[in-house]
């Protein structure tokens, strides 16, 4: 009922249309012809001419009517129709949707403009729900491995005659669990934060050289058990503009990394230079190194280049090193080669 409705009203606009200006112009034409010809027009004439217009502008304006009609089922409803399907089905859940180029035939570019933001929407859409189901699975996995090491100690904890050793190993490792579990909830909460705008720089002036030892010194206990030798290459009186409490994030991290993937003997490596606009800080490590595509996605979340997950870490802590870096405008990057190491290299701008 609606679209006769509508079709009825589209008809009348074009008789109304139709019929103003086909009066219009007979009416013009005809009293020029006469006042050039000097004839005078009777009654029955013009009742006669009037009829005659009257069904030309009635077939007219079907004509425009049913051409419109079919213009607008091609150009308008056609790719409409098109759009709202295809949000029906993202609105199921299926981000796999996208909408196929409109011919260029009777079309402008309105509509083309909004299929490819709307399959852009898509594809960013279809990202987002692939980033949530890997995190769901990924924190699963991560906190399903040191559950089942504490829960594992937990059951020799109980066997009797454990001797004094063996308690102190287990409750260890009941321990490493937990800390381990705690370390990956305290680094989703700030990349949480961090993703989401939620924490902002406090900028302030201070030493980086300074910072960088300050941060290294807390894992003098970790080089020293390891047999790590520590080489370090700072230079003085660099300052630098930025948050100190967001940039120890990044210093502790590049630190506990260089730390749990060198070997014992190996040698861990940090240095400190600067250009007229930025402050460099390498961290280089001779550990086991990585090859080019793993390299490629170490800054992503839960990404690990061990795919066994028996070296320790979450794949969180060089996601949460990206985003502050970014957030204080400054860059990051890595070289590595397998079997000889790492380094990584930051930037950041100074005074």
Request: hydrophobic share 40%; with cysteine.
């Amino acid at each position: 009922m609606k679209r006769v409705l509508r079709w009825l009203n589209h008809y009348f606009v074009f008789f109304l249309l139709v019929a103003f200006v086909i009066t219009c112009c007979t009416m013009l034409f005809v009293s020029v012809l006469a006042w050039d010809l000097g004839i005078t027009l009777v009654d029955e004439n013009i009742r006669a001419a009037a009829k005659i217009t009257f069904w030309n502008v009635a077939l007219l304006s079907l004509i425009f009517t049913v051409i419109d009609s079919i213009r607008r089922k091609i150009t308008v409803e056609r790719p409409v129709k098109h759009i709202t399907d295809a949000a029906e089905r993202i609105v199921r859940g299926d981000f796999s949707v996208r909408i196929q180029p409109q011919g260029r035939f009777g079309t402008d570019d309105t509509f083309q403009r909004v299929i490819d933001c709307f399959n852009k929407m898509a594809e960013e859409l279809g990202g987002v729900e692939t980033l949530r189901t890997d995190f769901i699975a990924n924190v699963s996995h991560e906190m399903k491995t040191p559950l089942a090491v504490m829960q594992n100690y937990g059951t020799l904890l109980q066997a009797p005659g454990l001797s004094e050793e063996k308690r102190l190993e287990y409750a260890k490792g009941v321990t490493d669990g937990s800390r381990r579990m705690a370390d990956m909830m305290t680094n989703i909460l700030k990349l949480n934060r961090l993703e989401n705008q939620q924490i902002y720089p406090q900028i302030s002036e201070f030493d980086l050289g300074e910072q960088l030892c300050e941060c290294l010194l807390q894992y003098e206990n970790v080089w020293e058990k390891a047999g790590i030798e520590v080489e370090t290459h700072i230079a003085e009186n660099i300052r630098v503009r930025a948050d100190a409490e967001l940039l120890s994030h990044v210093w502790s991290n590049l630190f506990s990394n260089a730390f749990n993937f060198t070997p014992a003997g190996g040698t861990v490596t940090v240095s400190l230079t600067a250009t007229d606009h930025h402050a460099i800080v390498q961290v280089s490590d001779t550990g086991c190194g990585m090859t080019p595509e793993v390299g490629a996605h170490i800054f992503e979340k839960f990404y690990q280049g061990d795919t066994s997950h028996s070296t320790r870490g979450n794949g969180l802590g060089l996601a949460l090193v990206k985003r502050v870096v970014d957030i204080l405008q400054g860059e990051i990057g890595v070289e590595s080669t397998v079997g000889k190491g790492s380094s990584f290299t930051v930037k950041i701008g100074r005074c």
